[in-house]
């Protein structure tokens, strides 16, 4: 009994002391609070006030949640939460996207709070310049815009990081409560979204660094296990779970995940060749996702670590120059497994938390003031471009919801000319692809990609997106089965390319449009 007791007392201590570590960072911290929340609204403004939606959120708006296949996945707690978000109007997109960004401004508060009870060294200037470019990333907007997953993914980042401020709180107290909480947190956040498993690294990587680079490198390897025990156990749980919910609910196996690697898959050279390919065009050019500057942090970071004068703090100098070599790998980890970049939208929020990661390492190691305050002046630029690139990415996409709708109604009145009042009794095939080539439309990955080009190579082509698209702005279709598809195409030779007169055809019960040859 007096064991527990002590026990009980040791721990209500603990909590009572944290609790003021998060007051006193609340109370001398505001400006960063305030400056945050700015960048955040400023960012995504344009998703937060303007209407739109794109790729497969009119799958959610015309099916639901698509339980089965985000299961199958390993998915669960996305599917899950899906569904208990999804009453109501569904999906009501404002409300969605507000909750959303506020998730992302959550998120980095919670970083910041890590970050600063983990090392008061780090001057308020670069926290707010890390998780500048941490929140306002482009990577982060091609992941929330996928309507149909934003809250629940964007949720389980805040979960994440607080799994990893329960370890450190284990590290520091050996209180094995904290340890299952962390694990119970983690599997929580891994059953969202799996490749979360990277941010847990990255996260990991940035709170060891901060924690123990004054320390030995033996103490920093020894403290990175209880991280590494918790991210086995969580991986090997959700495993399981994801393997009994299959056999349980009798759903259909999926390769997804390991069609994606090719590792044994194709030649070495070509392998090897690829992934050049990917270095170089993506990391080493200016793109509008700014991977290069993981690049040029990162130099920066490994040169400050070899020719730094400060010899005697060895083992500081071989953290740093660890925790950047394993930042990279991780963040390079997808394009070695798929010989290609991969969905953009996946190295989210691991990239914007590797920008934050080396924003924070470099700030540590710049020895003298005047490099530092060129640095930061760079820095504080690139957080601008990032500013305006997100923000800029949103209006696109309503410019391009806005053409998509112009081209309903157009597709509407054409229809109307034909004589036809009944349109469900027909079925529609979709030949071709449409997409919107304007000043006001900039492409991403998935960013600026329209409904009426998406899937062009599957069996019926853009139909399915389109006619989902269309059923739900209140232009009901039916679509054609493949067969039919196949069949039909022979009757687009003679047709002209939309919006000609001769672009839409009646045959029989199908109405046919050709969009391009």
């Known amino acids: ?43 995504y403004s344009s998703k937060i006030i303007l209407y739109s939606y794109s790729i497969d959120t009119e799958l959610f708006i015309h099916n639901g949640v698509p339980f089965d296949w985000w299961t199958s996945l390993g998915r669960y707690g996305l599917a899950i939460l899906s569904k208990i978000l999804s009453f109501g109007i569904s999906p009501n997109i404002l409300l969605t996207n507000i909750i959303t960004y506020l ?21 308020p200037f670069w926290l707010v310049i890390g998780l500048g ?21 964007v949720l389980a980042f805040n979960t994440l990081y607080f799994a990893i401020l329960f370890i450190q709180y284990y590290n520091e107290t ?6 299952m909480i962390s694990i119970i947190l983690t599997i929580i956040s891994l059953s969202v979204y799996p490749s979360l498993q990277t941010a847990f690294v990255i996260t990991t990587l940035l709170v060891l660094y901060l924690c123990y680079n004054n320390s030995s490198f033996i103490s920093y390897i020894i403290h990175a296990i209880p991280y590494i025990l918790v991210l086995i156990i969580s991986v090997t749980f959700n495993t399981i779970i994801t393997k009994t919910l299959t056999i349980l609910l009798h759903l259909p196996q999926t390769d997804y995940l390991n069609n994606m690697s090719v590792i044994g898959k194709i030649p070495i050279t070509t392998w090897l060749m690829q992934v050049l390919v990917v270095i170089k065009q993506e990391f080493l050019h200016m793109n509008y996702f700014l991977f290069i500057l993981s690049v040029i942090l990162s130099i920066l970071c490994l040169i400050f670590c070899i020719f730094t004068s400060d010899k005697q703090h060895l083992n500081r100098l071989l953290i740093a120059f660890t925790t950047v070599i394993l930042t990279d790998f991780t963040i390079g980890l997808p394009i070695l497994l798929m010989g290609r970049l991969g969905p953009i939208r996946s190295y989210a929020p691991t990239f914007p938390l590797a920008l934050l990661l080396l924003t924070v390492v470099l700030a540590n190691l710049i020895p003298y003031d005047s490099i530092k305050i060129m640095i930061g002046i760079f820095l504080t630029f690139s957080l601008l471009y990032q500013i305006k690139i997100t923000n800029d990415f949103g209006v696109s996409e309503y410019n391009q919801f806005q053409a998509e709708l112009s081209l309903k109604q157009e597709l509407q009145t054409k229809i109307n000319r034909l004589g036809i009042h009944n349109v469900p009794k027909y079925k529609v095939a979709f030949y071709g692809t449409k997409d919107f080539d304007a000043n006001t439309i900039i492409k991403g990955d998935v960013l600026g990609k329209s409904f009426f080009e998406w899937d062009a190579g599957t069996s019926t082509g853009v139909t399915g ?25 022979v009757y687009t030779k003679k047709m002209t390319v939309f919006p000609s007169n001769n672009s839409l055809k009646v045959i029989d019960n199908y109405i046919l449009i050709k969009l391009s040859d």
């Open 174 to 179: 050996k209180i094995r409560a904290f340890f």
């Open 133 to 153: 470019l941490y929140i306002t990333s482009p990577v982060m907007l091609e992941q929330t815009n996928f309507i149909l997953q934003s809250i629940p993914v």
């Open 1 to 43: 009994m007096n064991t527990l007791r002590i026990k009980g007392d040791f721990l209500k201590t603990t909590l009572l002391s944290e609790k003021k570590k998060w007051h006193d960072f609340k109370t001398n911290n505001k400006t960063i609070f305030y400056l945050l929340a700015a960048i955040t609204f400023i960012t």
């Open 103 to 123: 998730l992302i401004y959550s998120s980095a508060i919670i970083l910041a709070f890590i970050i600063w009870r983990s090392s008061k060294t780090i001057k």
């Open 465 to 489: 997106r389109a006619t989902n698209f269309l059923s739900n702005e209140g232009l009901s279709l039916n679509v054609v089965g493949p067969e039919e598809y196949q069949k039909l195409s």
